[in-house]
């Protein structure tokens, strides 16, 4: 956190080193230009789950469904060929395994589809489709920010971002909870995660309750400093110094105990004013 708070002393050290001639690609990276890292969005597929997903995201899927087949036998050859080296991918990396279930859709209630996003528009991705039209999370983490900085004029922000895969959550599960996350390939093999996947129905709530118990060291002494929504954190200060310790606090408890957990700063926008919260894209803010 160090590096990202230049005019405050006791940052001195590390702000020198950083500015070593051997540092100087590091330095003049777009990790220390917020403004201009925000206008680019990540070339990755959104953390959005099957519940939280417009409708119309589905209407190839369910056109598939309602072809009087199985749906292995007419499945998209261009969806299966996107799909299943994803899979194999995290296969090899063992965050899933083949389920030792049938493949009946009473059974494995999920299916992997392809599809593609408004920001890649030509980039087919996995989205596994688990059917459940319930909403639970939908706060909003910039009329927080809003709120703070009309009480304090010199308020300054930083987004902290939990790192997590593309397609799954850093959170394990357990053998008794695989089925529900179990789905079935292009060809009907069944597959179950290791990992929590994002398409499931209620990860980002699980990921909330995650954030939250995390931040239950902090969340008192911080009081009105810190809010946080799915992997997202905001943290709020009156000046810099004093973000810098919020950071620092924030981050600490995140990343210890268990230390499965990591900030990206890469995908953080750390040290900044409301201005440049409100310029940013809503992807950033969700």
């Not at 990540?42 to 939280?52: A, E, L, M």
């Not at 599809?115 to 980039?123: A, F, I, S, V």
């Not at 129905?201 to 060291?217: C, F, Q, R, V």
Request: charged share 30%; aromatic share 12%; hydrophobic share 40%.
């Amino acid at each position: 956190m160090a590096m990202f708070f230049p005019e405050v002393d006791t940052t001195a050290h590390v702000t020198a080193f950083l500015k070593s001639d051997q540092h100087e690609a590091f330095r003049n990276s777009a990790l220390f230009d917020p403004r201009e890292r925000s206008k680019s969005r990540p070339d990755r597929r959104s953390r959005t789950s099957y519940k939280y997903r417009d409708l119309k995201f589905w209407t190839e899927w369910k056109a598939v469904l309602e072809k009087d087949r199985h749906f292995s036998d007419i499945y998209p050859f261009d969806w299966s060929l996107a799909i299943r080296p994803i899979i194999a991918k995290l296969y090899r990396a063992g965050v899933m395994a083949p389920a030792h279930l049938e493949n009946d859709g009473r059974i494995v209630p999920g299916v992997a589809t392809a599809n593609t996003e408004p920001h890649r528009p030509d980039k087919l991705d996995l989205f596994i489709n688990y059917d459940d039209p319930r909403r639970t999370i939908s706060d909003n983490l910039l009329p927080i920010a809003e709120d703070f900085a009309e009480k304090h004029q010199n308020a300054r922000f930083a987004l902290l971002r939990i790192w997590t895969a593309p397609h799954f959550y850093p959170l394990m599960l357990g053998m008794g909870n695989r089925q529900a996350t179990s789905f079935q390939d292009s060809v009907s093999r069944p597959w179950e995660w290791k990992f929590l996947p994002k398409d499931m129905p209620g990860s980002e709530l699980s990921m909330h309750n995650t954030t939250a118990k995390a931040l239950e060291n902090v969340k008192e002494r911080l009081e009105d400093r810190i809010a946080y929504r799915g992997d997202l954190i905001l943290v709020m200060a009156e000046g810099v110094a004093e973000l810098l310790k919020n950071c620092t606090a924030a981050t600490f408890a995140v990343q210890t105990r268990p230390w499965l957990r990591e900030i990206d700063l890469w995908k953080s926008f750390i040290n900044v004013d409301l201005d440049l919260l409100r310029e940013l894209d809503p992807v950033w803010l969700d």
